[in-house]
């Protein structure tokens, strides 16, 4: 049974919803008097009270007014706004475009100790080589209908920010699927400066590299699944084709680690994982 990655913003909306229909409750309210009190219709309540829709910040100023209870406003509104915050959309977030996205995450990655990154499909964007990550970038970008599609820009910003795997007092441990290693992007020159980049990155003393073959047997182990990051121990990022979910529910990182966990004891690591690198580039010829 694959693993629900959307369940944690879902549960997030819910704690929200709950406070503020048990606010509605204890303020003795019935959904479509405290409709009238806030001015809008009372299926809007409902769908509000039942995680359908998740409340603006002006439906919980008036909400929580209705109810004699705006001390709890904001600390609701962040509430609001972290739920609404583990489940992004790629679309809002390549409004200002590829390369800004790449950049948005520098900071972020200064304040990680521990990545961990397993990806069945492609080559993880911290080990990717400028060609490969122009060619990506730029094909997302024409995928999603990008106005502006800076690909070739946000593939120099991506091999940029990947500097950090370089410095020293971090870790980073990298879970690629062998398929990942076959899959072409961008063209026979690209993809051959790509490879020959892992077999580089690959003995630098901050990284460990692992490959699962293709012929490993998954009768016991874990099952291929979708790219995912997970940061130190509290914060894990999936990648799926609409958005990305950022998971921090305790039970679901934990989940998370354990699944990574379980692939790394499938991997080739040293010169088993560099066979199956090069096995690659001849399969090139």
Known sequence: MPISPSSSAQVARENVARRLRDLRKGAGLTVVRLASECGWHHAKTSRIENARTAPSASDITRWTAACGAEDQASDLMTQSLNAESMYQEWRHQVRAGLKQLQDSWVDFYRSTQLFRVYSPTLVPGLLQAEGYASALLSSIGQFRGIPVNDGAEAGAARVERSRIIREPGRVFVFLIEEAALNYRVGDADAMAAQLGHLLSVGGLPTVSLGIIPSSVSREQGMW??????????????????????????????????????????????????????????????
Do not use: M, W
């Not at 799926?240 to 305790?250: D, E, R």
């Not at 354990?258 to 399969?283: C, H, M, N, W």
């Open 224 to 285: 291929p699944l979708e790219i995912f990051h997970v940061y130190d121990d509290d914060f894990v990022s999936v990648e799926l084709l609409s958005a990305q979910v950022n998971i921090t529910q305790p039970s679901e990182v934990d989940l998370y680690v354990k699944a990574f966990e379980e692939l790394r004891r499938t991997a080739v690591y040293g010169p088993s994982a560099r066979a199956l690198i090069v096995k690659a580039i001849d399969a090139l010829d």
